[in-house]
């Protein structure tokens, strides 16, 4: 007998395939890179800001080798600009989340922990449908 998780995630599974479960595994990998980065700057004595932006710079092209080629098997150097972008992209609407809710006295650290999961699924979107998207 199935359990009822398991009859959740086939109709994900189906949907999107397995590339999004190969992109979370590899994104935990990226994410405590990236998170051992941020904080690392902030116990330096880093504004947040700059620590984010150290943190996003070392992890692009760390993340560019490992989602490209375990998640989407393409590392062709035509996909690094559109990656770079993304992470720009994804940069300045982290940065401004942080500002916000580090305004309403949330410390940096507990905002990086809350976004990270939403940051990751609008990144899986974005190289699926856009960086990595298969020419037709």
Known sequence: MESPSIKL???IK?????????????????TIFGYSVFLMMLLL????????LIATIAGILFNFKSIGHLVFGDTSKNRLMP?????VFLY????????????QGMKPAIVQLILLLPIAVL?????????FRKAT
């Open 14 to 30: 189906k949907t999107i395939g397995y590339q999004f479960f190969r992109f979370l595994g590899v994104g935990v990998l990226n």
């Open 83 to 87: 990656f770079i972008g993304q992470y």
């Open 123 to 131: 990144s899986f979107t974005i190289n699926k449908f856009i960086v």
């Open 45 to 52: 004595g880093f504004h947040p800001s700059i620590a984010l």
């Open 92 to 103: 300045i609407l982290n940065w401004f989340l942080l500002q916000e809710l580090m305004n």
């Open 9 to 11: 995630i086939e109709p």
